[in-house]
């Protein structure tokens, strides 16, 4: 178990890298709190993995340095990194048994046999592969093969990080839910440091408690799914976090006005002058339909998803998405639309602005 | 469901039938009718039973013939395969390189057999060519003429610089298609460069080796042009392989009712050695799931 620190770290997938877009990976300095489950989100092609096999050492950064408990590993092969990793897509060594693939890293390290068992025996238990264990690898289903995966990644109680890669793509639904809340518990009670690879908000958000968000090569926000929701540093959390996702509407700002064609939002806030692309960020669940209230909207269609209601409007030319409760009756006549001043964010050039007391 | 039943759909199979009868079935009949008969010219037939291979099992000759054989295609089995993933392993995996490497390894394969023998005949004579004259000068002693071993020496590795090629790109292709993530587990695994090799390169290469295998097996195992060129089954008899044998007792002796029993024999030898390996493999792999 160790502290992870990324100091300048950037990477480029190109032989001599000219400008920032030529960085698969945007400079980065972060620490990863030892004993800390994260989560690395953002959507594909972002960098995560980029960012995940860097600190595993299958990749050499272009510059910077890592460093575990303060020791620059930088350099250091994989095996010299005592980190675990497991992939997107299932690794099995076909020709052994269940229960040779999970002894695997164990014997490669020269651990006793009586260790080993009883190691294979604890992860064949929490995979609930305890049955198959003297079965051949080669013959069993893409997620019993990612079960192995992801016990041969827990099987050795002293690595430093466990890294995980879109490990449950190909799991089932439900076995997902199951296998996530394993992977907590583990966490829990060994309190390894983990860092968790998805696109998936939901998983993001359930499994770790840090979200770190990616997006084009950087990590724009790094924060507990609360403040993501709340008050996401970067348009692209705001759009990426929630179902659906922020509205974000160019806007003119004036103290603590926003205008937008004209008419204007009321901010809880007082903002200096902006340069550059100015937009307000308001998330589904703070705005709000009504007869009187608020700004001209007109509705397009609403979609009742079970537990609430998405409204998809056109605010002065923008989309945008209002959430009413399920109970709440939507009639024709209902074309305003309020937001809930406090839960207005600002962003210019698609960074927040944080504002002063009004 | 009811099966249409149209008994002109016949027809369409008639094609095939034909194709095969003239290509495949009449040839071997007219072999198997020339073993069960026996001529003394004229075009004069006699019926001569199971007489042929009566006589062809307890000649020595047949079954040294074989012996060579076996022996030929075990060593240049031997010899190819470990040598064929061993430059499939260390061949670059990608850009200009990993292309010039097929290019130039696909070059021996495309050589026709009697070119491939004529530069072997040359390469090794110790008079002009540059092998066995650099060997003579050396002092090596070398003449595949006259030498059974510098014969056979000759033939093997004239068949290893032809065929090689083959099993490396077979195994070649199967590397290939392992996916980054395999030996990125095994970097984490901590596995050493042995067992990358032996639990995951080897366990994919596994289909395509199997067709190398096989490929190599039948097509040694029929060899003619080549040594026939080089040492044309000499010194003595030392390098008469089955195929040359039957030659020289079907065209040189025109002794076709022997000629026939043996190489109705032969057929059946490849027929059986390669049902025995397909089937032993499938089973492992069977067994294996």
């Known amino acids: 178990m160790a502290k992870i620190t990324l100091d300048n770290l950037a990477h480029s997938y190109l032989p001599n890298p000219a400008s920032e877009d030529d960085y698969a990976l945007k400079e980065l300095n972060h620490d990863w709190d030892d004993g800390a489950a994260y989560a690395l989100l953002g959507s594909s092609g972002c960098g995560k993995s980029t960012l995940l096999n860097i600190i595993s050492g299958l990749l050499q950064p272009s510059q910077g340095r890592i460093l575990f408990d303060g020791r620059d590993v930088t350099h250091a092969p994989t095996a010299a990194r005592n980190i675990a990793q497991v992939f997107q897509f299932p690794v099995v060594y076909d020709t052994m048994t269940v229960r040779d693939n999970l002894a695997f890293p164990l014997r490669n390290r020269g651990r006793d046999e009586a260790y080993i068992a009883q190691?294979?025996?604890?992860?064949?238990?929490?995979?609930?592969?305890?049955?198959?264990?003297?079965?051949?690898?080669r013959g069993l289903t893409a997620d019993a093969?990612?079960?192995?995966?992801?016990?041969?990644?827990?099987?050795?109680?002293?690595?430093?990080?466990?890294?995980?890669?879109?490990?449950?793509?190909?799991?089932?639904?439900?076995?997902?839910?199951?296998?996530?809340?394993q992977l907590k518990k583990l966490h829990h009670d060994f309190g390894h440091t983990m860092i968790y690879v998805t696109h998936d908000q939901t998983e993001a958000l359930t499994f770790a408690d840090k979200v770190v968000v990616m997006y084009d090569g950087r990590v724009v926000q790094i924060g507990t799914p609360e403040e993501l929701f709340e008050r996401p540093e970067h348009t692209f959390v705001g759009y990426f976090i929630g179902s659906p996702g922020m509205n974000v509407i160019p806007a003119r700002i004036d103290g603590n006005k926003a205008y937008v064609n004209g008419?204007?939002?009321?901010?809880?806030?007082?903002?200096?002058?902006?340069?550059?692309?100015?937009?307000i960020g308001v998330r589904p669940e703070y705005a709000r339909l009504s007869q009187t209230e608020g700004l001209p909207v007109k509705v397009r269609r609403v979609e009742d998803v079970g537990r609430h209601k998405i409204i998809r409007a056109e605010f002065f030319g923008n989309d945008i998405n209002i959430i009413a409760d399920e109970g709440e009756h939507i009639s024709a006549d209902m074309n305003r639309v309020s937001f809930d001043a406090g839960h207005v964010n600002v962003y210019a050039n698609d960074w927040r602005v944080q504002g002063e007391a009004a | 469901m009811e099966k249409t039943v149209n008994q002109k759909a016949w027809f369409l199979v008639l094609p095939v039938l034909l194709l095969v009868a003239f290509s495949a079935v009449i040839p071997?009949?007219?072999?198997?009718?020339?073993?069960?008969?026996?001529?003394?010219?004229?075009?004069?037939?006699f019926w001569a039973g199971l007489d042929w291979f009566r006589e062809m099992l307890s000649s020595d000759r047949m079954w040294n013939a074989l012996g060579r054989q076996?022996?030929?295609?075990?060593?240049?089995?031997?010899?190819?395969?470990?040598?064929?993933?061993?430059?499939?392993?260390?061949?670059?995996?990608?850009?200009?390189?990993?292309?010039?490497?097929?290019?130039?390894?696909?070059?021996?394969l495309l050589i026709p057999w009697n070119v491939v023998g004529t530069i072997w005949q040359i390469f090794g004579r110790v008079d002009i060519g540059l092998l066995g004259y650099t060997l003579d000068a050396m002092g090596v002693s070398y003449n595949y003429t006259q030498d059974t071993l510098a014969a056979w020496i000759t033939i093997v590795t004239?068949?290893?610089?032809?065929?090689?090629?083959?099993?490396?790109?077979?195994?070649?292709?199967?590397?290939k298609s392992i996916p980054d993530a395999y030996y990125q587990a095994a970097k984490i695994d901590q596995a050493s460069r042995w067992k990358v090799f032996r639990?995951?390169?080897?366990?994919?290469?596994?289909?395509?080796l199997m067709i190398a295998i096989l490929l190599r097996f039948m097509?040694?195992?029929?060899?003619?042009?080549?040594?026939?060129?080089?040492?044309g089954g000499g010194p003595g008899n030392a390098t008469t392989l089955l195929s040359i044998d039957l030659v020289k007792m079907a065209l040189g002796q025109f002794d076709l009712g022997p000629a026939a029993a043996f190489s109705i024999m032969y057929f059946l030898v490849i027929l059986l050695i390669s049902w025995v390996f397909y089937t032993v493999m499938t089973n492992l792999d069977r067994k294996g799931a």
């Open chain 1, 119 to 137: 190691r294979v025996q604890e992860i064949a238990r929490m995979i609930g592969m305890e049955e198959m264990l003297n079965k051949k690898a």
């Open chain 2, 70 to 108: 076996l022996a030929f295609s075990g060593i240049i089995l031997a010899i190819e395969v470990p040598l064929g993933i061993f430059v499939a392993l260390n061949m670059p995996k990608s850009g200009f390189w990993a292309s010039l490497c097929l290019v130039l390894m696909s070059l021996p």
């Open chain 1, 263 to 279: 008419a204007f939002v009321e901010l809880s806030q007082s903002y200096r002058p902006l340069s550059g692309k100015v937009e």
């Open chain 1, 145 to 181: 093969k990612q079960k192995i995966s992801l016990g041969r990644g827990m099987v050795r109680k002293d690595v430093n990080a466990l890294l995980f890669d879109e490990p449950l793509t190909v799991i089932d639904p439900h076995m997902k839910w199951e296998l996530r809340t």
């Open chain 2, 28 to 45: 071997l009949m007219t072999v198997v009718n020339y073993s069960v008969q026996d001529t003394f010219g004229n075009n004069q037939f």
């Open chain 2, 219 to 231: 097509d040694s195992f029929m060899i003619y042009t080549e040594p026939f060129v080089v040492t």
């Open chain 2, 199 to 208: 639990f995951i390169e080897l366990p994919k290469m596994m289909g395509v």
């Open chain 2, 158 to 175: 004239m068949d290893v610089w032809h065929w090689t090629s083959l099993v490396a790109l077979l195994a070649y292709a199967g590397l």
